[in-house]
């Protein structure tokens, strides 16, 4: 069975980091997109970052809301991959969720993706 764990949200002041991690189990993602996702109180749930699989060039990709500020990776060994926040603001409060494919292809749309951690809150104190 595929499990995505996350972990790393917690409670921070604006302009401090943090750093998510999604572990995954039961599979490895290294030729799957992994993604973040966002999802505050009464809005929607929001794109945050991408990154490809090692087949596709690991490339990333990021909202206009983080660019700058978030950085995506992968240590492929662990099969984890990770989310660094820096210069952290109140409006990035909400709960984070990790997101796998089955295949090759990434996107933006959180229809794309097939696995789904169970999200870890961030919290951003003006």
């Known amino acids: 069975q595929v499990q995505l764990v996350e972990s790393g949200g917690g409670l921070v002041q604006t302009g401090e980091s943090l750093r998510l991690s999604c572990a995954a189990s039961?599979?490895?993602?290294?030729?799957?997109?992994v993604g973040w996702f966002r999802q505050a109180p009464g809005k929607e749930r929001e794109f945050v970052a991408y990154?490809?699989?090692?087949?596709?060039?690991?490339?990333?990709n990021y909202a206009d809301s983080v660019k700058g500020r978030f950085t995506i990776s992968r240590d492929i060994v662990k099969n984890t991959v990770y989310l660094q926040m820096n210069s952290l603001k109140p409006e990035d409060t909400a709960v984070y969720y990790c997101?796998?494919?089955?295949?090759?292809?990434?996107?933006?749309?959180?229809?794309?993706?097939?696995?789904w951690g169970q999200g870890t809150q961030v919290t951003v104190s003006s």
């Open positions: 997101t796998a494919t089955k295949g090759l292809a990434s996107g933006t749309s959180w229809s794309q993706y097939d696995y």
């Open positions: 990154i490809t699989g090692v087949w596709s060039g690991s490339r990333t």
């Open positions: 039961g599979r490895t993602f290294t030729t799957n997109a």
